[in-house]
C-alpha cells in the first residue's frame, strides 16, 4: 500500500479557471463537480462554484481544489514544491516546461536560475495567488 500527499487548494469564486489553467499548463486529467451537482441545496449564491475538483498529471501527480462558500473563510493557499532528483533528464524537461506554462501571467518572485546548491531554483506566484516553487537538479554523473 502506497501513502501519497495531495495539495488542495481553496479560491473565492474562481477554482474552475485556475483549475483549467493548470490543467492546459501541466496537461493531465481534470474533472469537476460544482456545488449543484454535489449538494443540489438550491443555492443560488454556490450552485456555479466549484464543490470538487481533481487534477491528474503524469508522474502520479494529483492536485485538487475547490470554491469556498462566501461564509467560509479563505485563508490562502500555501506554496506547491516541485522537485526533480537529478536521475532522469526527462523529468527536469518536463519541469521546464511546466514552469514556463505557469509563468504566463505570473509573478516570478525568484526567477529560474543556478542556485548556490547547484541546482536550479525558481519561484512565482501564479495569477490566482498560488506560489509554485522549482527546484530542478543538476544532472550528475
Same mark, same amino acid.
Given at each position: 500500500? #502506497?501513502?501519497?500527499?495531495? +495539495?488542495?487548494?481553496? /479560491? ?8 483549467? /489553467?493548470?490543467? &492546459? ?5 481534470? &474533472?469537476?463537480?460544482? /456545488? ?8 443560488? #449564491? ?16 494529483? =492536485? ?9 473563510? !479563505? ?14 533528464? *526527462?523529468?527536469? #524537461? !518536463?519541469?521546464?516546461? @511546466? @514552469?514556463?506554462? =505557469?509563468? *504566463? ?6 526567477? =529560474?536560475?543556478?542556485? +548556490? @546548491?547547484?541546482?536550479? /531554483? ?7 495567488? !498560488?506560489? @509554485?516553487?522549482?527546484?530542478? &537538479? *543538476? !544532472?550528475?554523473?
Amino acid at each position: 500500500m #502506497a501513502i501519497g500527499m495531495t +495539495p488542495y487548494l481553496r /479560491f473565492a469564486g474562481d477554482a474552475r479557471e485556475a483549475m483549467e /489553467f493548470y490543467n &492546459s499548463a501541466l496537461g493531465g486529467e481534470l &474533472s469537476m463537480m460544482t /456545488f449543484q451537482e454535489g449538494m443540489n441545496d438550491g443555492n443560488p #449564491a454556490t450552485a456555479d462554484l466549484i464543490m470538487h475538483s481533481s487534477l491528474f498529471i503524469e508522474r502520479g501527480i494529483h =492536485l485538487m481544489a475547490s470554491d469556498t462558500p462566501p461564509e467560509m473563510n !479563505v485563508t490562502g493557499n500555501g506554496v506547491i514544491a516541485l522537485s526533480s532528483d537529478a536521475t532522469e533528464e *526527462a523529468d527536469d #524537461a !518536463v519541469l521546464s516546461k @511546466w @514552469w514556463e506554462a =505557469l509563468s *504566463a501571467g505570473s509573478t516570478i518572485e525568484m526567477p =529560474l536560475e543556478k542556485a +548556490p @546548491w547547484g541546482d536550479s /531554483f525558481g519561484q512565482l506566484r501564479d495569477k490566482f495567488g !498560488v506560489v @509554485w516553487m522549482f527546484n530542478i &537538479s *543538476a !544532472v550528475r554523473d
